[in-house]
C-alpha cells in the first residue's frame, strides 16, 4: 500500500496550484486523507484534511485559498491552492490512514511536493 503525489512547483504570489494524491495496493478502506507539512525536528503541521464521512477542516492560514476534495473511487485526494503566498512555500505532503485487505491500519505518507511561491 502507498501514496503517490504529484502536483507542486514554482508559482508566483497570486497564483495557483493543485495538488494531487492517491492511494494504492490492497486498501480495505481509507478513514481519512489529507495535506501536512513536515518541517524538520517539529511537529507536522495540517494544512487541510477530509475523512470517509464527509467532514474538513482546514489550517488558518488555508482557510479561504484552499479547497480540498476527494476521489473515493479511485483513493485519491486534491488541494487546490489559490491566492498562495511566499509564506505557502515548503514540501507538502499527503497523508493517510488506511485499512489494508488483511485488516490492518496503516498511516501512510506520501513522498512529498514542493511548493515555492516566488516572483
Known amino acids: 500500500v502507498q501514496l503517490q503525489a504529484f502536483g507542486g512547483g514554482l508559482v508566483q504570489p497570486g497564483g495557483s496550484l493543485r495538488l494531487s494524491c492517491a492511494a494504492s495496493?490492497?486498501?480495505?478502506?481509507?478513514?481519512?486523507m489529507g495535506w501536512y507539512l513536515r518541517p524538520p525536528r517539529r511537529q507536522d503541521e495540517l494544512v487541510a484534511i477530509t475523512t470517509r464521512d464527509g467532514g474538513i477542516s482546514y489550517a488558518e492560514s488555508a482557510k479561504g485559498r484552499f479547497t480540498i476534495s476527494r476521489d473515493n473511487a479511485k483513493n485519491a485526494v486534491y488541494l487546490e491552492m489559490n491566492s498562495l503566498k511566499p509564506d505557502d512555500t515548503a514540501v507538502y505532503y499527503c497523508n493517510a490512514r488506511v485499512r489494508t485487505n488483511w485488516g490492518d491500519e496503516q498511516n501512510l505518507w506520501g513522498q512529498g511536493t514542493q511548493v515555492t511561491v516566488s516572483s
Open positions: 495496493g490492497s486498501i480495505f478502506s481509507i478513514k481519512s
